[in-house]
């Protein structure tokens, strides 16, 4: 029976195929080491009184027209109190409130004014 390939080139793919081969198997094998258990993830808190437009467009599913909004009513009607009064803007329900809510600032309350009463 006669080989396809010469002595010399069967030697040249085993020398050259069997790290190939160990290399990828190796990516393979190993591939859950490399990927993190957890996605790393972002916190951040905005204040919904102060934050400038550019600020605004990091919250999920707030985009130009809904930022701009958030600072013309702040402009126009003064500052928030609590975190309902952000859907008088226009564009923003409870849903949409519902979703950037872990990312604003909590409002101090209005009781807390320096002092204890028990």
Known sequence: ???????????????????????????????????????????????MNTAPVEELLALPGIGEKLAEGIVLYRKEKGPFNDHQEIMNV??????????VKPYLREFPSATSNGSIND
């Open 1 to 47: 029976m006669r080989l396809f390939l010469r002595y010399q080139d069967q030697l040249m793919l085993l020398f050259l195929g069997v790290p190939f081969f160990a290399v990828i198997f190796s990516f393979s094998f190993f591939q859950q080491e490399w990927e993190p258990e957890h996605k790393k993830e972002y916190q951040f808190l905005i204040d």
């Open 90 to 99: 226009k564009g923003i329900g409870e849903k949409k409130l519902n979703t």
